[in-house]
T-cell receptor
Framework: GENVEQHPSTLSVQEGDSAVIKCTYS??????FPWYKQELGKRPQLIID?????GEKKDQRIAVTLNKTAKHFSLHITETQPEDSAVYFC?????????FGPGTSLSVIP | DAGVIQSPRHEVTEMGQEVTLRCKPI?????LFWYRQTMMRGLELLIY????????DSGMPEDRFSAKMPNASFSTLKIQPSEPRDSAVYFC????????????FGPGTRLTVL
């Protein structure tokens, strides 16, 4: 079955710096790659997604890049702010399954 | 739309008791998902439905867990009998017309089994 890994599992950055979280997967048939953000005590919410026919997508301070050949994709957050502190989940989707990664806990230090 | 609605928000019960969690998806959404979240195991997909039909229940931990979706606006997740290791936050989520749409999560039910 599909194996989804995230690195790092925890990440601390200074406010204003960039943060990068990488996700790897095993099933080459996967073709949908969203990222969800979960703040402490709240529900996961979609922040950005990308499909396999696109290599990069940006939305203000966040971007996702996809390398389908190498089977990995990354979340990039620039100019980090304290409100970016949360757990970030990568998700790998195919026609019959959506699998959440284990999560990365991001702390932005003011 | 009020979003995905879950009830109860908190449930405390004793080992051996039956627990029923409820979910009302967003109107018009065809997919409904049940997740369990713990510190140890992260966010696990238990089961999902498409047009009220269970599609994949491979994540259901054991026979003590069952889920139903009798109509497009209501689903239940039942645990009978409950055990302390079932303590977790249970999320329900719904999405539109395909697996590839955004999943909208409910606020979750925090279950504590004593």
């Amino acid at each position: 079955g599909e194996n989804v890994e995230q690195h790092p599992s925890t990440l601390s950055v200074q406010e204003g710096d960039s943060a990068v979280i990488k996700c790897t997967y095993s099933d080459s048939a996967s073709n949908y790659f969203p990222w969800y953000k979960q703040e402490l005590g709240k529900r996961p919410q979609l922040i950005i997604d990308i499909r396999s026919n696109v290599g990069e997508k940006k939305d203000q301070r966040i971007a996702v890049t996809l390398n389908k050949t190498a089977k990995h994709f990354s979340l990039h957050i620039t100019e980090t702010q304290p409100e970016d502190s949360a757990v970030y989940f990568c998700v790998v989707g195919s026609y019959d399954k959506v699998i959440f990664g284990p999560g990365t806990s991001l702390s932005v230090i003011p | 739309d009020a979003g995905v609605i879950q009830s109860p928000r908190h449930e405390v019960t004793e080992m051996g008791q039956e627990v029923t969690l409820r979910c009302k998806p967003i109107s018009g959404h065809d997919y409904l998902f049940w997740y369990r979240q713990t510190m140890m195991r992260g966010l696990e997909l238990l089961i999902y439905f498409n047009n009220n039909v269970p599609i994949d229940d491979s994540g259901m931990p054991e026979d003590r867990f069952s889920a139903k979706m009798p109509n497009a606006s209501f689903s239940t997740l039942k645990i009978q009998p409950s055990e302390p290791r079932d303590s977790a936050v249970y999320f329900c989520a719904s999405s539109g017309t395909s697996d590839y749409n955004e999943q909208f999560f409910g606020p979750g039910t925090r279950l504590t089994v004593l």
